[in-house]
RNA sequence: GCUGAAGUGGUGGAAUUGGUAGACACGUUGGACUUAAAAUCCAAUGGUCAGAAAUGGCCGUGCGGGUUCAAGUCCCGCCUUCAGUACCA
């Protein structure tokens, strides 16, 4: 019957399935729909390679086997093809970035197909395609007219914040704001010019243009979210990050703050990702406290979680970048706080967190007010304290914070001591729950508990501070200096913000000469001849028509990366809606991501931005649902294996892994396509590699071999590690790798990629092939097996067939994988050892396998005789009858009674079970009285009864 | 430092959640088929001791204690590795 033809059977069912739109969803149905989603990908010109699909294999089998328990499923791909690389491509090559991105897609796409995955390609989405970021904007648009009401918990419309200002000015207004916002009676709003009405507003808005401190990389040349900024460098490219003032916009996701951590109860996502959200939002509980100057008007407002320590203040610190810095420093201090202001200035944000042991400050000269002592209290500076977090000042209390001890310490300040029989002499005591208040006036005696209740009530009751929350999280930079982008839907009028009416939405890119920033330091779209919006016409024209009247430039940034995600999985719903983001009824039906399977490294990226804007939009009414992903798995990075040889430091000598005798030695990558699985090196390859590789000498092991040394570490082009998925699908087909892939160990763990083991895998395939065909089972006995009978099938093979389903479909509501590969390994084993070739078991054996392998479960269902798409079929149901049916039931009796009865396999023999109570009997159990609970028996080996 | 995850054969990893530790696979060794190689198939494979053998004994899940008839699994105390985060007041 011929060998497993893999490549043909499997381009033969892509086909079919690809032109009977078999994996096409509706969005009208009976059934219960089921959302299953990637994460999607950004098409990098690499291409892909075997460490990608790891999720996507997973999401498939999902998939497949949810349509099969009867679901409708939503099953979709795009792509994320706005971004840094395709632009960066562009600067070296003038290639324009849609040209790039087009053709990586494609190929993307190619290698998507080849593994047989069940996406509904027909509502593909692409977050470049000016029909898909017209929603983009539209969002944007959608944010910038709203505004936060802390008093309903929700976002509301901007017309109705200015009716409130209209009628009651913004004191009664409890709302997300900037942290100057004016205070504004009625009266003085509806005496406001437009432009000022406006300015207002600003502060408001949830995105809103402001001058802010940001995180700038020259070498990027665009500024960074926080998330994007790894250990003080740039997440991309590895380059400096800068603190710069710059006008930017940005998402007031500070709104949202408790919301996004009070969601995360209602979610099932793994607990390290859930903790990484939590850390990054950052709340802690404490108090606000206002401390007035000596000869000032100015008060320091300074956030503490440990109020009840107020006595213990014996300085205050500001941050060096803190506003009041150069207002209230004295004439006699000034050259010196200036000095430390500059230096700290300079310094990038790498060396400030590299250099975190000395300590350095200076003295203002000013002195603080202690509210209830009344004591002065000198305020310093110092950049321990982050201009960032908090009010960017700090209650310094050196007997319970280790920072505050080591400064006061090193400026020879006091240090009292608060706490009732605590040796502070050595360092800080900052275990709050250990410890009784001392010198404290009236809360002495008290613990932390209670006079942390007193402080905020009697500062409340004195006006000079009060409880409060404080969150870590910062409101999110929204503008790149990028091209690559969503353009905003922004114009100037007169320096203020205006948006374009989102009739006219998509706008879309222009064209521009290069990709590069203007020379004054613009961004790219500087250079776009066509970039002014008329506001009578209502469309995009020439710059040169600008004007005072009509005509305006066009906002110069573009979004970043995270705007084109945060709201693709609604789009996928209804994709070439171009009235909505998607239909209400669309909506409605499919609600929200059943399953989302993605890499944790967007734990405070893009899964967060896209609960902000979930939230957001179900607020504004536009979603059903408050919550993107009900559950969330994160594959783990399957790792390369890479080689390297050992080059004999300033030679062009190379020396094998086993001949190194202490000499020094320089690692090179060698690409691992030239080495075999032993880690022997093929020396000629490598020396027609490189042309310095040429003449190079080779000192290889004794039997002639050059050994090279192996290490683990990212797949990565660089490292010449990369193991590309089309040569294995050549090589095994799509089934081996998805199911050898699974194999490899627990989804969620990284692990390396080991080309080795996948033999094992192929080969069960081959087996399985043969068994059917030929009839040979994997033992080699000769027996008809598989080549598909009509009789009945034995009560011990559907024993097997019930067991089999059972463990797969606990492993697949589990999503432990693994360990079902190894189930159909067994199961085919038992089965051809049985001699089984019973349609009863057979078919449903295969539609049991099709997630994992759909090329080969197709082609054997197909040949089983049913001539529909194996996708339709119902799945197989485990029953536990099979299980019982086919046991033996045996009387146990202890100490004279008959106490339970014993369910057992038939083949098991009498004799065991009677050596397995006589074993029982003489146990300490036995003796002690203690009825056992479980007995274990194995057929012809050794029996335990256990208690 | 803090948070989280994890330590099981030569390797990747199983273990019904307290009940035969090492499933399944890779690798290795031996064998069959080949002139040979590849492919394929079969057998053995945690360590150790006894035995010609069948077989049996002992030791074994990072380390040290504990609970239990029974611990990879639970409790206490350490060690190590990886990941995230970091002057967060």
């Given at each position: 019957m011929g060998n497993y033809d893999f490549n043909s059977i499997e381009s033969k069912w892509q086909k079919y399935w690809a032109e009977h739109q078999t994996f096409k969803a509706s969005n009208v149905s009976e059934k219960p729909k089921y959302y299953v989603l990637d994460?999607?990908?950004?098409?990098?010109?690499?291409g892909l390679h075997v460490g990608h699909p790891l999720g996507y294999i997973a999401s498939d089998i999902f998939a497949r086997y949810k349509r099969h328990k009867g679901f409708n499923v939503l099953h979709p791909q795009g792509y994320d093809?706005?971004?840094l690389p395709a632009e960066q491509y562009a600067i070296q090559t003038g290639q324009h970035p849609r040209k790039t991105t087009q053709e990586n897609i494609a190929r993307y796409r190619e290698q998507l197909d080849q593994m047989g995955f069940s996406f509904d390609w027909s509502r593909e989405v692409r977050t470049s395609d000016p029909a898909y970021y017209k929603w983009t904007q539209w969002i944007f648009m959608q944010l910038f007219n709203s505004w936060y009401d802390y008093q309903q918990d929700k976002a509301r419309p901007i017309s109705e914040l200015e009716t409130i200002l209209s009628s009651?000015?913004?004191?009664?207004v409890m709302a997300a704001s900037d942290n100057d916002t004016p205070a504004v009676t009625a009266q003085q709003w509806n005496d406001f010019t437009s432009e000022e009405k406006q300015r207002l507003l600003l502060n408001y808005r949830l995105t809103y243009l402001a001058e802010t401190e940001v995180n700038w990389c020259p070498q990027l040349g665009t500024v960074l979210a926080?998330?994007?900024?790894?250990n003080g460098v740039?997440?991309?490219?590895g380059y400096p990050v800068v603190r710069k003032k710059m006008k930017q916009w940005s998402m007031r996701i500070t709104a949202y703050a408790q919301r996004l951590l009070n969601g995360l109860d209602t979610i099932d996502w793994p607990q390290p990702l859930k903790d990484s959200q939590t850390n990054w939002i950052g709340r802690s509980e404490g108090a606000e406290v206002h401390f007035k100057l000596q000869h000032s008007d100015h008060t320091i407002s300074v956030f503490t979680t440990?109020?009840?320590?107020?006595?213990?203040?014996?300085f205050m610190t500001l941050a060096?970048?803190?506003?009041l810095v150069a207002e209230i420093t004295t004439a006699a201090q000034k050259e010196e706080v200036e000095t430390y202001v500059a230096a700290t200035a300079k310094r990038s944000e790498r060396e400030r967190m590299a250099d975190v042991k000395s300590i350095t400050g200076a003295f203002t000269g000013a002195y603080a007010v202690h509210?209830?002592?009344g004591k002065p209290i000198p305020v310093w500076i110092g950049d321990?304290?982050?201009?960032?977090?908090?009010?960017?000042a700090v209650m310094s209390v050196p007997c319970g914070d280790q920072r505050d001890y080591d400064f006061a310490r090193h400026f020879n300040i006091p240090i009292p001591n608060i706490f009732e029989?605590?040796?502070i002499s050595e360092g800080a005591f900052s275990?709050?729950?250990?410890t009784v208040i001392a010198?404290?006036?009236?809360?002495?005696?008290?613990?932390y508990k209670e006079a942390t209740n007193k402080v905020i009530e009697a500062l409340e009751q004195k006006g000079t501070g009060k409880g409060k929350v404080n969150y870590r999280l910062r409101d999110a930079v929204?503008?790149?200096?990028?091209?690559?982008g969503e353009p905003f839907p922004v114009y100037y009028k007169n320096g203020l913000p205006q948006l374009i009416d989102?009739?006219?939405?998509?706008l879309t890119l222009p064209e521009v000469s290069a990709y590069l920033p203007t020379?004054?330091?613009?961004?790219?779209?500087?250079?776009?001849?066509?970039?002014?919006?008329?506001?009578?016409?209502n469309k995009v024209v020439s710059?040169?028509?600008?004007?005072?009247?009509?005509v305006f430039p066009l906002e110069l940034n573009t979004m970043p990366g995270w705007a084109g995600s945060s709201c693709y999985m609604f789009r996928y719903?209804?994709?070439?809606?171009?009235?909505?983001?998607?239909?209400q009824e669309a909506m409605e039906y499919w609600?929200?991501?059943?399953l989302y399977v993605g890499g944790?490294?967007?734990?405070?990226g893009h899964l967060l931005y896209s609960r902000f804007w979930v939230k957001f939009l179900y607020d504004r009414g536009?979603?059903?649902?408050?919550?993107?992903?009900k559950k969330l798995i994160n594959q783990g990075m399957i790792l390369g294996e890479s080689a390297f040889v050992n080059r004999?430091?300033?030679?062009n000598t190379f020396v094998s892994a086993g001949m190194q005798t202490g000499n020094v030695m320089q690692p090179i990558h060698a690409d691992?396509?030239?080495?075999?699985h032993s880690n022997e090196l093929d020396i000629e390859a490598f020396k027609a590699w490189r042309p310095e590789y040429e003449d190079s000498e080779f000192i290889t092991e004794k039997d002639g071999a050059f050994k090279v040394v192996r290490e683990v570490e990212k797949m990565s082009k660089s490292k010449y590690n990369v193991v590309n998925p089309d040569d294995i699908c050549e090589r095994y087909g799509a089934d081996t790798l998805r199911m050898y892939e699974m194999f490899?160990?627990?989804?969620?763990q990284a692990k390396p990629w080991n080309t080795a083991g996948i033999t094992g895998v192929h080969s069960f395939l081959k087996k399985l092939w043969k068994l059917y065909h030929?009839?040979?089972?994997?033992?080699?006995?000769?027996?008809?097996?598989?080549?598909?009978?009509?009789e009945p099938a034995s009560g011990e093979s559907l024993r097997i067939l019930h067991k089999t389903i059972n463990k797969v479909e606990e492993d697949i509501e589990n999503f432990s994988f693994n360990t079902s590969v190894s189930t159909f390994m067994i199961a085919v084993n038992e089965l051809g050892a049985q001699g089984c070739n019973s349609r009863e078991v057979l078919e449903p054996l295969v539609v049991l396998l099709s997630p994992y392998a759909p090329h080969i479960s197709e082609e054997l269902w197909q040949k089983l005789?049913?001539?529909?798409?194996?996708?339709?079929a119902a799945f197989p149901k485990f029953e536990e009858k099979y299980l019982v049916e086919h046991t033996k039931e045996y009387p146990i009796s202890f100490n004279g009674k008959t106490r339970f009865t014993l369910e057992l396999p038939l083949d098991m023999a009498k004799e065991d079970i009677e050596a397995a109570v006589m074993a029982h009997e003489k146990t300490e159990n036995y003796l002690a009285g203690r009825a056992p609970k479980k007995v274990i028996v194995v057929p012809g080996k050794i029996v335990n009864i256990v208690g």
């Open positions: 994460m999607f990908p950004y098409p990098s010109g690499a093809s706005f971004g009651e000015g913004n004191t009664g926080n998330d994007e900024i790894v740039s997440e991309r490219g440990r109020p009840d320590t107020i006595f213990g203040v014996s060096p970048e803190h506003e509210p209830f002592t321990y304290v982050l201009a960032g977090y908090g009010t960017g029989g605590i040796d275990d709050k729950d250990k010198n404290s006036d009236f809360l002495n005696g008290f613990q929204f503008s790149r200096q990028r091209y690559w989102e009739r006219y939405l998509p020379e004054d330091g613009e961004p790219p779209l500087g250079r776009a001849d066509t970039w002014a919006w008329d506001s009578e016409q710059n040169e028509k600008i004007d005072h009247e009509t719903m209804d994709p070439r809606n171009d009235q909505a983001l998607a239909s609600q929200n991501v059943d944790s490294e967007h734990a405070t536009v979603l059903p649902v408050d919550e993107p992903f004999l430091e300033g030679s691992v396509s030239f080495v075999n490899l160990g627990p989804l969620e030929s009839g040979i089972a994997a033992d080699g006995k000769q027996g008809g097996v598989f080549s598909v009978s009509e005789g049913h001539s529909e798409s194996i996708s339709i």
